[in-house]
């Protein structure tokens, strides 16, 4: 990733997480000392890190990494993994999975899902995967103890539960959308987060995203967090416990950067009104623009 585009802003939050993780990285390698206790992946990412921080380079090229080693309480070996997003922890949660050949499948399925639960129950004010490991090691014997049939219904019933969530697309208006970090980060979020919609970036800069709620209102509290001249929601549509009709509510397929410009401008400076309300027309939002610009 390329952060020559970001503002004093940006580039003082990226400067700030990224010192943070290599100062954590430090902190585990002095306790996970032990020989095949810990494995950082890409040891170059470290490099990258701080020539960064020394303002050598502009450039962050992977995420940091690194596997640590643990063992039940019968010296049984268990390996979690960890990715750490280059906004961590001040924006973006810490990806941590467990590998084992003592874990089935459901059981692999149901331990991320329980350190998902328990990062997002975390107050994350700084770094906390040495926090997350303990409570592994806490809870890993249990983890193995439980019977696989139960762990099944268990996982079926909590996807029942999110297929009856609410459906939600949200309008979202900035005064501009220039940044090509804010414009890969709206992309990768909406990606991630698996909604639909489009970017339009330039001046105004428009954003649609459409999907489960709870990953919607996920989606925009990373981006209103970043630095913006303005940005607001224009329009909240809600369909709630829209279930197997999720799909069908949807308006866009996938999630992706539309210019509307006349001119072909990389970021589309220059909106060509005719495009957008003929876009918004194919997509069955044509009422929106009253919302976005106050005109029928």
Not at 1 to 25: G, R
Not at 258 to 274: N, Q
Not at 278 to 292: C, Q, R, T, V, W
Request: charged share 30%.
């Amino acid at each position: 990733m390329d952060l020559t585009s970001f503002d004093d802003s940006q580039s003082v939050l990226f400067k700030d997480c990224i010192t943070k993780q290599l100062e954590e990285i430090d902190l585990l390698s002095s306790i996970y000392c032990s020989p095949g206790e810990m494995n950082i992946f890409d040891p170059g990412v470290i490099s990258d890190f701080n020539e960064y921080l020394k303002g050598s380079s502009s450039i962050l090229r992977a995420t940091l990494e690194f596997a640590i080693a643990i063992k039940t309480s019968r010296r049984e070996k268990i390996e979690i993994r960890v990715e750490l997003p280059h906004l961590y922890p001040a924006i973006e949660n810490a990806i941590v999975t467990i590998r084992s050949a003592l874990l089935s499948k459901t059981q692999e399925k149901f331990v991320k899902s329980e350190i998902e639960n328990y990062i997002e129950s975390m107050e994350k004010s700084d770094t906390y995967i040495f926090q997350v490991i303990s409570w592994i090691q806490e809870q890993i014997d249990d983890f193995l103890a439980k019977d696989t049939s139960d762990l099944q219904q268990f996982l079926e019933k909590k996807e029942t539960q999110i297929e009856i969530d609410d459906f939600e697309r949200l309008w979202i208006y900035s005064h501009h959308i220039k940044s090509r970090y804010k414009r890969q980060e709206i992309c990768k979020q909406s990606r991630d987060l698996d909604l639909s919609g489009f970017l339009r970036p330039g001046k105004p800069g428009i954003i649609c995203v459409e999907g489960l709620k709870k990953n919607t209102q996920e989606f925009w509290r990373i981006i209103k967090s970043m630095q913006w001249h303005k940005i607001t929601i224009r329009k909240s549509e809600v369909r709630q416990k829209a279930g197997e009709k999720m799909d069908k509510l949807r308006r866009f397929d996938g999630f992706r950067e539309e210019l509307f410009s006349d001119t072909g401008d990389d970021e589309g400076t220059k909106i060509s009104m005719a495009q957008f309300i003929a876009f918004l027309d194919k997509h069955n939002s044509g009422y929106i623009k009253k919302e976005l610009f106050g005109f029928e």
